[in-house]
């Protein structure tokens, strides 16, 4: 079945260091592709989203690519900040054939000025 | 638009006592879905719903956990007697239909004692 795998946590990283987080995927179809970000004490909230391949999805600084030749998602951005201390998630969703979304572990990053 | 609302946001009961949390998805949103996070399983889908109607309960744990969807407004999740094994943060997430994005609510953080 569909599934996502996602680099383990934590990660720790000084402010303005450059970020990578690790996502691959396995999926029959051609599914969407996200990254939710979980700030302390709150809900998961859409960061960036791709919905086929080579496609770019990009917010607030991060970016993702959507490689099917290697069936990954990386989150990428150039220079942290405090601010983006959270957990990350990466998501794949099955719509139209299904209406299910499969989220990875989750990696917690912590920023440190 | 106010988001999906969930209540209440904390819950500390005693082992073998009924719990209820509940749920008011985004306006016209035909989906809505109740998931678990926990640090050992991570996100867990419990169960969705399509027009009021559950269509897919395979990720409820056991029968001590129900949920209904009386209107297109609002939806519980019932756990009854509750156990300490199902503290846990419990969302709801909503999606319209045509999309594949899903929204999700603030949380309720459930211990039992």
């Known amino acids: 079945g569909d599934s996502v795998t996602q680099m383990e946590g934590p990660v720790t990283l000084s402010e303005e260091a450059f970020l990578t987080i690790n996502c691959t995927y396995t999926?029959?179809?051609?599914?969407?592709l996200f990254w939710y970000v979980q700030y302390p004490g709150e809900g998961l909230q859409l960061l960036l989203k791709?919905?086929?391949?080579?496609d770019k999805g990009s917010n607030k600084g991060f970016e993702a690519t959507y490689r099917k030749e290697t069936t990954s998602f990386h989150l990428e951005k150039g220079s942290v900040q405090v601010s983006d201390s959270a957990v990350y998630f990466c998501?794949?969703?099955?719509?139209?054939?299904?209406?299910?979304?499969?989220f990875g572990t989750g990696t917690s990053l912590t920023v440190i000025p | 638009d106010a988001g999906v609302i969930q209540s209440p946001r904390h819950e500390v009961t005693e082992m073998g006592q009924e719990v209820t949390l509940r749920c008011k998805p985004i306006?016209?949103?035909?989906?809505l879905f109740w998931y678990r996070q926990t640090m050992m399983r991570g996100l867990e889908l419990l169960i969705y719903?399509?027009?009021?109607?559950?269509?897919?309960d395979s990720g409820m744990p056991e029968d001590r956990f129900s949920a209904k969807m009386p209107n297109a407004s609002f939806s519980t999740l019932k756990i009854q007697p509750s156990e300490p094994r199902d503290s846990a943060v419990y969302f709801c997430a909503s999606r319209p239909t045509g999309d594949n994005e899903q929204f999700f609510g603030p949380g309720t953080r459930l211990t039992v004692l």
């Open positions: 719903f399509n027009n009021n109607v559950p269509i897919d």
């Open positions: 999926a029959t179809g051609y599914p969407s």
């Open positions: 791709a919905t086929k391949a080579d």
């Open positions: 306006s016209g949103h035909d989906y």
């Open positions: 998501a794949l969703s099955d719509w139209p054939s299904g209406n299910q979304f499969y």
